[in-house]
């Protein structure tokens, strides 16, 4: 269509008036020593002036101005009671068992699970899409029915699963641009987002419920911490432990940590997770690649 055309031309100038005029222009200004405080407001200006008139894809009266916004739309937010990220750790029983589980067995998975400072929560969890967050009921209540739910591997995309649909994108987005919100309130027609059909599922929100039980002597000794591990969420998540709010996480390809000792009792546990499929973090995971959501690496509990 001519305004497709025209946002191509357009784009294609941007970009050539970026690498062969401005990028140019403020390397020799930088290296001057001069200018760079007015080179910094002229990209600002051809940004603001670029994205207002080209890229920003919602309509005024369709923008839904959050008075609070929620974490996964909010900058400011990418954790809530996070452990600080590190290597990767493991703790043993022993100086002996350290040796072997390194030098024999490499690390391995398989060593992993013979370990008896781990314990893996991956297997068969129970599951429910639902269109968005505002959808979601207190699920994560130990109380909470789930008998009508379905079955997940975890880890695992829940696309792959028979959950939602799995997308494709190079170029386009899987919503319209709207930054920090990432909310398909529209729906994709050929070539532009369609407001008079409304989306089905403005965020598709998977929940997660499974159970686990914990050695008793992991709580009994005095000074002992007892982490969550989820290896790898996609796109951001919520979770809780015997109903309590643990804490909340989005970066797909990094591990979140939580310390979750003092919410644990012996014996059985109840987990729960809440994945949105999409946060303002997606604004900066987009590539040329599919879409697809869930918990996809392992969940561990480490002692």
Known sequence: SPTYILSAVRSYALHICMVNVLVPCQLWWTYHQKGTYYLSKFHNWLYRRYFDTHVREVPEGK??????????????????????????????KSEEQAIIFWTKYDGSKAASEANTNLVYLNGSWKFKLLPSPDDVPPFYLASFNDQ????????????????????????????????????????WDNDHWNWDVPGDAPNPTGCYRTRMTIPEEWLATEGGQVRLVFEGVDSAFYCWVNGKKVGY??????????DITALLQPGNNSLAVQVMQFCDGSYLEDQDHWWLSGIHRDVVVQY
């Open 148 to 187: 009508d739910w379905c079955p997940i591997q975890v880890p695992s995309n829940w696309q792959c699963e028979g959950h939602g649909t799995p997308i494709y994108t190079n170029q386009q987005y899987p919503f319209p641009l709207d930054p920090p919100r990432a909310r398909r309130d529209a729906t």
């Open 63 to 92: 923008r839904k101005a959050d008075e609070t916004p929620p974490d996964w739309e909010n900058p400011e937010v990418f954790g809530i009671n996070k452990l600080a990220p590190h290597t990767r750790l493991r703790s043993f």
């Open 249 to 258: 996480s989005q970066d797909s390809r990094l591990p979140a940590e939580f």
